[in-house]
């Protein structure tokens, strides 16, 4: 029986304890849950997204309620950071109520860290009721620093707003991280010129190398694959570049540059590998569960969510899911062709 001092929160993080962790067949602990909560978004990035998509219908997705249960299950099993995305999150209606919700777990001390990935172009309303609900940091995607070139990649513009967006962030005490896919041909010259912009600005910068995933109509992968070896040899032309053992729970590998005592980093799924100490997942917006983002293997969650309001046939169903987590991705652009392609697109997923 639960004594009189005790909150309903202490309760549950007291039961959530006494549970086992998930541990995949490879005996990694699955720590953080990357959650897509709207496959829609404001701009059309063209990585991410065809110019024309056609979105998901709307009595498909999960409410925010049952988002919240979901995510609330995998916290007591274990998950210790849940990052947002979408499509653009903070497009979503009533959103913060989310937010708010997951608030709650890091105050109860269950959850260790409530973040977002975010085009920015909401930031200036959201930064501040962000901040309120726990969030400290923000990774903002943003892939040049010229306007015109923004506009050609994300097919809507918005740079100004995105800009002010980043102000705002700021100005709420959240730290913001810039994540830039690196693009041959299109953003290439900018490398060293975004990192002292960033540093200049005490924001991180991590590169990305672009992954193979949907139809981008007359987009070319090929084309667009920069590795980021390429990327770190054009900083070193500037820069002096030292490993670091900064760890942020997600596939960043980290330098310091000396020069400026900022920080980049690489991610890296197709010259550098990092599957082999992998501990995330990805939940769409509809409850579908990604072992691998890289692998089209999905466990539908949202019947399972629905059929009952008692929370142990879910927790079932996420562990058996996690028993088919794979060792890694295939991507692949070796022999000038794109190998371990999946169909659905980035936004669908979760960026």
Known sequence: MTSPAETPAETRAADAAALPPLVDPFARAITYLRVSVTDRCDLRCVYCMSEHMQFLPKKDLLSLEELE????????????????????PLVRRDIMTFFNAMGRRLEAGTLDELTLTTNATQLRRFARPLHDA????????????????????????????VLDGIDAAQEAGLHVKIN???????????????????????????????????DMGEEDRLDQYLPLTEVREELAKEFTLTDIPLNTGGPARYMRVEETGGRVGFITPLTHNFCESCNRVRLTCTGQLYMCLGQDD?????????????DAPLRAAIRSAITRKPKGHDFDYSRREVRGEVTRHMSVTGG
């Open 69 to 88: 249960r979901l995510c609330g299950a995998f916290v007591d099993l274990g998950v210790r950071k849940l990052r947002i995305t979408g499509g653009e």
């Open 134 to 161: 726990g969030v400290r940091r923000v990774n903002v995607s943003l892939d040049t620093l010229d306007e015109g070139r923004f506009k050609d990649i994300t097919r809507w513009g918005r740079f100004a707003q």
């Open 180 to 214: 830039a896919v690196a693009l041959r041909g299109v953003n290439d010259d900018e490398i060293r010129s975004m990192t002292r912009w960033c540093h200049e600005r005490g924001m991180d910068i991590t590169f990305i190398e672009v992954m193979p995933m949907g």
């Open 298 to 310: 999905d466990a539908d969650l949202r019947d399972v969510l629905r059929a009952s309001s008692d």
